[in-house]
């Protein structure tokens, strides 16, 4: 009889408990979530219009919004989990529906420039594209908040490449696309490598959206910048750095942007391809060399006390 009471005590406490409404959240952060969610929509919208720069700076704003909402919430003490799925909600528009849609959309408008229209076999192969990088960016979201540690020490990594990064790679392209390739193909002097580079922009964005997809939900360690290169005490060398860095980015923000975001997309990528390939593949021939040796009778061993 005591253990149906205690049984029946535990059921109504765990109905009290699903019951229990969101009574607090922090205001200032999810404010700052919020507008990340906002500037991913706008983003979409103006991408629908043909504004694909300005698309692209919203989703670039909206990664800005999405660094200090969590830096906010830690620096006031007031993490939670209704922050992180809100988070992760804004994410999933700003860099997962709004850089696969502007790629889609710039694609799209140049098909229909040179003529390619239709339901051709590239048209369908863009849509899968988009479509395959929507749906790495959501399941990257969904295990980052299952894996997530509210620890700032835990943060100094990630586990496959961020969404924010990835949504940079194609942001940062089209960007440059439409900001330094189209205006210099009016100069008749750059006209034919520009040409060139515009083509291999159009026709190589597809292939690095499905590259990034698949590194968003890969197992390869990339860094968090912030904790790992900018926090504490540093050498002076990394000042200098910085401010080299920010020249760069104030003579030239669409090609530093593509530098940086590409960059750090296929830094982790070559040192997980060199250690797990290459210097693996160079281990195995020496295990197998030394024994080898080891085995032959050209190496002659002086007995003792032969006075050699």
């Known amino acids: ?39 991913g929509f706008a983003a979409i919208i103006l991408t629908s219009k043909g504004a694909f720069a300005l698309a692209g700076y919203l989703i670039l704003l909206a990664m800005i919004a999405d660094m200090l909402d969590g830096r906010l919430a830690r620096m006031s003490q007031s993490t939670s989990s209704f922050g992180g799925q809100l988070d992760s909600l804004c994410d999933t528009i700003s860099f997962g529906v709004a850089p696969a849609f502007l790629m889609l959309g710039i694609l799209e408008h140049k098909l229909e420039l040179t003529g390619f229209v239709g339901e051709s076999f590239l048209q369908r192969f863009i849509w899968l594209a988009a479509t395959a990088y929507v749906i790495c960016a959501t399941i990257r979201l969904a295990r980052f908040n299952v894996e997530n540690e509210e620890d700032e020490s835990a943060h100094m990594s990630f586990m496959g490449l961020p969404t924010p990064a990835a949504a940079g790679v194609i942001v940062s392209l089209v960007i440059f696309h439409q900001e330094i390739i189209l205006p210099g193909l009016v100069a008749e002097n750059t006209q034919a490598f520009l040409s060139f580079c515009e083509n291999a922009i159009i026709y190589l964005l597809p292939f690095l959206v499905l590259g990034v997809a698949v590194l968003m939900v890969s197992r390869i360690r990339y860094p968090h910048i912030l904790n790992q290169y900018l926090r504490g005490k540093k050498p002076f060398a990394y000042l200098i750095r910085v401010l080299l860095l920010f020249a760069f980015v104030l003579w030239s923000i669409q090609v530093a942007l593509v530098l940086i975001f590409c960059g750090f997309a296929a830094s982790s990528f070559l040192k997980w391809l060199y250690y797990k390939v290459i210097r693996r593949k160079s281990f195995l021939v020496l295990s197998t060399e030394i024994p080898a040796l080891m085995d032959t009778d050209e190496v002659e061993i002086p007995e003792p006390n032969s006075g050699v």
């Open 1 to 39: 009889m005591a253990r149906l009471k205690t049984k029946a005590a535990k059921e109504r406490l765990l109905r009290r408990v699903r019951r229990q409404r969101l009574k607090y959240i922090t205001i200032l952060p999810s404010l700052v979530t919020i507008l990340n969610g906002v500037c």
